[in-house]
């Protein structure tokens, strides 16, 4: 395999702790491990060193990060036309990104683009701006993390895509790190957590992410220890008062916990939670139920845990009777009583939980790097 010189320009706060900054860094350690020469290009100043980026983050193997300061006024078309002026004078075999204004500056410069497309464009400009981008002449893959989301694009902004230029991908899970997580028993004692039956949430607290809704659980349960780990300052201090208030004895608001930590976490659960609403707000805003790839969920499935989610059609892609229990979103008596069932049978967790860490053996983000590029390789034209 040909190593390539690829500059990801996002726009993602580096470091931060929302999922998309994430995403970032895991593709960009995913392209290094791979042997291309990899540089991440985002907004701002640094503000960590590279051993604390790698804890925050869980990455093992790093790889170069350019901050460029845009100017005020039109930030965002500043510093996608540095990031891609950056990536010329590199002589970048390929701008990948997840901005539109940098993959119209480098097909205009005959640099050869992949776009991974997260949600829809939405404002003012997004949708006019991806339909020039579609038009745009030049090499181009654009990558859509479920076929939901390509669906949804196609259909809201009325638009087709090539067949040889677009290509569905999920994200992924760094699987090394799951490898060899302890068992429960020995997870709980190794974070001084109650020896007791433990379900658990991790990700961010955002609403329709159903934080509220494992409270009210909670209160069902007071024999279960539910764990939910992540969320910003501010709001777990909110929730915190409302588990005070409440009395809720049995539930433990961790706050943020570094990536290179989150296996650990996640390894003391019986059950894993994903009780998503039927809309559900990402980082960015938006409703993103239709569409959404959730990080955790791979993670969950590395983690060889049962899992309780939701039965959002998006995850049909992913998940199945076989590797998970699904029931009806925003039905609480059904969710009781999933959660009773699998907490009663042992034997159901202990498969599904095999069965989901057989299926995420094919959603490594060295696997599904691999397969972006080669599909790149071998179908974009310019």
Known sequence: ???????????????????????????????????????LVVPGIPAMNTMLLKQHYGITTMFPICWFQPKTGLRRIDFC?????????????????????????????????????HGIPTGRLGPLLYRRYLKQRGKKLTIFTTLGLKQLIERELHVRHKPDEAFVCSNGVDLNRYQDIPTQEKARKLLGLPEQFTAVYSGGFYAGRGVETIFKLAKVFPKVHF???GGKP???????????????NNLTLTGFVANEKLPLYQATADILLMPSATHISGSSGGDIAAETSPMKLFEYMACKRAILCSDLPVLHEIL???????????DFHSLVDAFSALMKDGKKREAIGAQARLDVGKYSWTDKMQSIIDFFNQNSQG
């Open 1 to 39: 395999m040909t190593a390539l010189k690829i500059i990801f320009i996002a726009p993602s706060t580096i470091p931060s702790e929302t999922a998309n900054s994430i995403q970032v860094m895991k593709v960009s350690q995913a392209l290094t491990q791979l042997g291309h020469v990899t540089t």
């Open 81 to 117: 036309w540095k990031a891609v002026r950056f990536a010329e004078e590199e002589g970048a075999d390929i701008v990948y990104t997840r901005m539109i204004w940098a993959a119209l500056f480098a097909l205009r410069k005959n640099i050869p683009v992949i776009v991974h497309m």
């Open 227 to 229: 764990l939910c780990v």
């Open 234 to 248: 501010s709001v777990v201090a909110e929730l915190q008062k409302q588990v005070d208030a409440e009395k809720i």
């Open 320 to 330: 199945n009777e076989k590797n998970a229990v699904l029931y009806p979103p925003e």
